[in-house]
């Protein structure tokens, strides 16, 4: 109602100020002579503005029908598009205006406008193609999933916009959790554009989170046959593939096939820790010690990982204590300073019962960086060196709040995991997990508060060592720990017993 007054209004001040304007050019003097064919006319002031306005009018007209008369032509001349573009000017140049409208609403994120607006567009330019991508978009902001469906379903019929159409579809059941069929989706883009970074990335993912590794190192040779990857991160990332399948490799049945691909996989990145452990341990199985040896070897030298400990113990399980300490020297000696050569040599002196060189090897390792490993260390080193059990409680006592040393970590997200997986089961991503010291508080640790298991399968008789248990991962430290811990530093004369890898 306000709004048809305020119209009503504005048109009654424009009548008036035409009527106030065209009173005040009846009262001017003068005007405009014009001489045509030796005739003289003399126009007044307001006859001279209506013949200037007849005037553009004309023009304008003239222009017009010149530009009809040209699409005649052209028609005539076999253009059969010529006539209905000239009649169709108005409603693109409308059309054009709304799709710009909506891009800009878009832009500035106002869903609802642009919705309006490329509703408006597709009705003015009947071109598919062209508004069905803006009105799927602006539906998205707006909340309309099912408007936004159609139109990524329409966008399928044509051959030039299909990708973006199963692209669109793709993203849609992404956010709707429906992962398998995204997965699918993401296979068709990739066939119609192979060379599209951002599926190659979302089916890499898909394929990670669905263990499917066989499409997954597909699809990483598609990245860097399309130079979208560095052939350096394709080559350790295929070796996480190939380790990925082959992960089986620890069970009872595991294939030659199996065995095979985590030998693979330490081939393609040496240096990867899980692919060494696994490969070493498919060696170990096919009876080949020296090759398991000369793998550990080469990735110790990269660098030193509990894992690769465990892994060399496995070569010779029967040895005795001082045996494997004598063995074990072949690889400490690659990084004789390094924090876990310290922390393997001092397990494998406290079970040879040597407690003084366990000391020495520790050296300034619980000043330096006191973690609970060193810490649980140091309670056995003090219980088997004959310490009070309030030394030796102590030092258990410190390992329960200690940090837990370096830890499988999420480079994208921080989450800490008990142990090495190709994705992070935190945010997904692919390829992000490194071995390092967490830069939060933890609770989660590979480790755990327990020492190397280096002593498979034997026992050594003594008096003063510390029961050295098989550990699980340990995900929060409790009170009950700190007990079991000090119960089993109260008992010297039980035998010392070595825990599994």
Known sequence: MLWSLLKILVFVVMVALLAFGAGML???????????????????????????????????LFFKLLSLLVATLRFLNGDETALSRYFDKGRERRGYKALADSLMALAVGEGRTALAKAARAERYLQDPALTD?????????????HKAAEAYKRLLSDQSTRFVGVRGIMKQKLSEGDTETARQLAEKALALRPKHEDVQDTLLKLQAQAEDWAGARKTLATKLKTGTLPREVFKRRDAVLALSSSKALLAENATPEQQEQAIEANRLSPDLVPAAALAARSYIARG?????????????????????AHAFAEIAPEETAQQRVKRFEQLLRLHPNHDETRLVKAELLIVAEDFPEARRALGDLVDRAPDARALTLMAAIEKGEGGPDVMVQGWLTKALTAPRGPQWVCENCNHIHASWAPTCENCASFDTLTWKRPET??????????????????????????????????????????ADESNAAEAPDQDSKEGTA
């Open 441 to 482: 508080p933890d609770y989660s640790s590979a480790t755990g508060m327990a020492m190397l298991a280096l002593t498979t399968n034997q026992k050594t008789a003594g008096t003063g060592a510390l029961t050295i248990i098989d550990p699980e991962p340990i995900t929060e430290a409790s009170e009950d720990d700190a």
């Open 26 to 60: 009846l009262e001017t003097a003068g005007g405009v002579q014009i001489t045509v064919a030796g005739t003289e006319y003399t126009l007044g002031a307001l006859q001279s503005v209506l013949a200037l306005l007849a005037l553009m009018a004309v023009t304008w």
């Open 133 to 145: 991508l803006i009105v799927a978009q602006a539906a998205e902001m707006a909340g309309d999933t």
């Open 288 to 308: 080949k010690p020296r090759n398991a040896v000369r793998i550990l070897k080469k990735a110790w030298e990269a660098q030193p990982h509990p894992d690769l």
